[in-house]
């Protein structure tokens, strides 16, 4: 049964092909499993903690869909109540608040596109290899998050002008001693862009996406989009602990591949570098016929200036034609008419540059957590005579 891959799939889909079994002979249900419904699907890069990716060609639109979008969890994800779920907001504030769902959806709402990318995305691209979920191109989505400001919720508690750090706490729970997913985000980022979102793409959140109500930080690494969030805590510094002191952190300058890196040289992790991908390409190609070649392209500065194609390794670069479809922090669907001139086997490679003039790597830096890989995506394309 598909549902065996990933025992925690979507519970409609998993629904869904219990009905079919129920209606249909064996043959038609094997048929429907092999048919387009079974291609549609996560991969599955870790057990415990369930993570998966999408494949890289079912990241082929504007949004993507719930079904699809790729789950990351430092450990068991949590099933939250929503009946007794409850928001605090405390710390640096005049006036505590303590928020029911009820009393969330009450406040003015808001909607953002944006893409959400787990740091770790394109781990397993690295060489040499880092420890870690061994990500490859997968690990990000775009979606519509819908909810409160991060800014009304503050500006409702009173927040103090003492406050430079949110401390964020989810409700789910590390085994043993294994120290919590504690995490602070600077203020400025989340008055300017964070929301509170109880809604993915116009549905009610998933319980693995963080229902009842999650954090959205736009451009920023998805180790910041707190699931299951509980509480937004005002504070005057950072918050310390294993999640913030020693992962999610960066080296400040670009060192030898496969080397340490002195935890004073690291700065955390905080906006995603620019990168775009190949989604959508010919099996083969033919000389001189047109083939289609698509993307998308994203970075951590608001928007994607430009997306080029080159065929020669990088020498020669062609400008894509960007999509129309853009807002701040969203990801840009691309596309090229690729015309081989030659046969024999074609390399197609793909760059980003964002608006603020920052060009997608031929190479990414590597680091010992194996963070934020954007290398230039390369793909082979057989072309016959
Ligand atoms: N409470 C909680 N929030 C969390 C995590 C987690 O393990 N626990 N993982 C984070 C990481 S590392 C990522 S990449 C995103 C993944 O969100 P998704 O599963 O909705 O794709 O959630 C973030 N928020
Ligand atoms: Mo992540």
Redesign the pocket.
Known sequence: MVSAKIPWMDRRRFLWLGATAAAASPAMLSAVIDSAAARRRLLQVNGY?PDAETPLELLDSYITPNDL???????I?TTVDAKTWTLTVDGEVETPLRLSLADLRAMPRVSRTCV?????NGRGLFSPPVAGVQWKYG?V?NARWTGVRVKDLLARAGVKPSALHVHTF???LPPGKVPP?HRSIEIEKLIEDGIVADEMNGEPLAP???APA?LVVPGW?????????VRLSAGVAPQSGFYMDTAYRYPKAPGPPGEPVKPEDMAPVTELFVKSNITTRPARAVIGRVSEIGGFAFSGAPDVARVEVSEDGGVRWSDARLDSRHEPFAWRRWTYPWKPARAGEATILCRATDSRGRVQPREAVWNPSGYLHNAWHAVTIPVAG
């Open positions: 903690p979008f790729f789950v990351r969890n430092h450990w994800p959400l990318q787990c740091a770790g690990a989505g989810g409700a789910d997913f693995l996406h963080g999650r690494a998805g180790d910041h989009w707190m699931k299951w969030l």
